[in-house]
């Protein structure tokens, strides 16, 4: 790898001189000699060091991912607890995965009554956002990761970030102030445990879980004093985040939940 490929790669990824030397384990002075061009010829070993951060191959082949499944879940035993979001860069086209402290979770394509419920909702707090003249952005499948912990990596439904500046390439760095997950079978737990306590964790103010199946909605308001809200798709509900508005139709969210349901 020369020199301009290691700026090349490292501007690609997003990736700072700390988090880099970090997972390389060259120093950081090492690294900025090498990319000010102050050492022309860095150390083979070095290099390598960097490549393999830069530069990893990965064989994710179908009869590579069977080898490394882990009986009884849907995290990869493969490193455990060692990938990274650099890692998903790798996986092959098309592929979907999600990261909780290093494991790997390789995520269902969404069905058509998830996409249509997370749509709704967007529709609706984009509008109010839109209306109020606010600055805040909504995205449908954004990708988070956590700040300053490249090992947790979120595809969340729908999510709200008033903070401009957390946009950086494909992801969102830091926590967005707004997240919704639509349930599925496979995802359920997930959601509602272990996403619940890390969206918490990062520093989400608010966080939806909707379980179509189950006709239901969860909210956590994690602004000051930690709430919870459950209630059946009848009524209407709105964000804490914006003081309760906008108004979101629960029945007319269940009636879409029920025309796309299989």
């Excluded at 490929?5 to 690294?31: A, C, D, F, H, W």
Aim: proline fraction near 5%; aromatic fraction near 8%.
């Amino acid at each position: 790898m020369t020199r301009e490929e290691l700026i090349r790669r490292k501007k690609e990824k997003t990736m700072t001189v700390k988090e880099l030397s970090r997972l390389s384990g060259v120093p950081v002075g090492t690294i900025n000699k090498i990319i000010s061009g102050e050492t022309g010829k860095p150390r083979l070993d070095t290099m390598k060091a960097l490549e393999t951060v830069l530069l990893p191959k990965y064989d994710w082949s179908f009869s590579a991912m069977e080898r490394l499944a882990e009986p009884g879940t849907d995290g990869l035993s493969f490193r455990q607890n060692e990938y990274t979001v650099y890692d998903l860069e790798h996986l092959p086209s098309g592929m979907r995965a999600e990261l909780t402290d290093g494991r790997l979770y390789i995520m269902e394509a969404p069905s058509i009554c998830h996409q249509k419920a997370a749509e709704f909702i967007r529709d609706r707090v984009e509008s109010h956002i839109r209306e109020k003249g606010g600055k805040c952005l909504t995205v449908l499948s954004p990708g988070v990761r956590e700040e300053e912990n490249e090992k947790n990596f979120f595809i969340p439904d729908f999510a709200v970030v008033c903070d401009p500046g957390k946009v950086k390439g494909s992801y969102i760095v830091g926590a967005p102030d707004f997240i919704l997950e639509v349930v599925s079978p496979s995802s359920a737990r997930r959601d509602k445990l272990t996403k619940a306590d890390r969206y918490e964790r990062m520093g989400v103010r608010e966080y939806w879980i909707l379980d179509p199946a189950h006709r239901q909605l969860i909210a956590y308001d994690y602004q000051g004093e930690v709430t919870i809200r459950v209630q059946g798709l009848s009524g209407k509900t709105g964000l804490s985040l914006f003081g309760g508005r906008p108004e979101i139709d629960l029945d007319e969210l269940r009636k879409i939940i029920e025309m796309f349901s299989e």
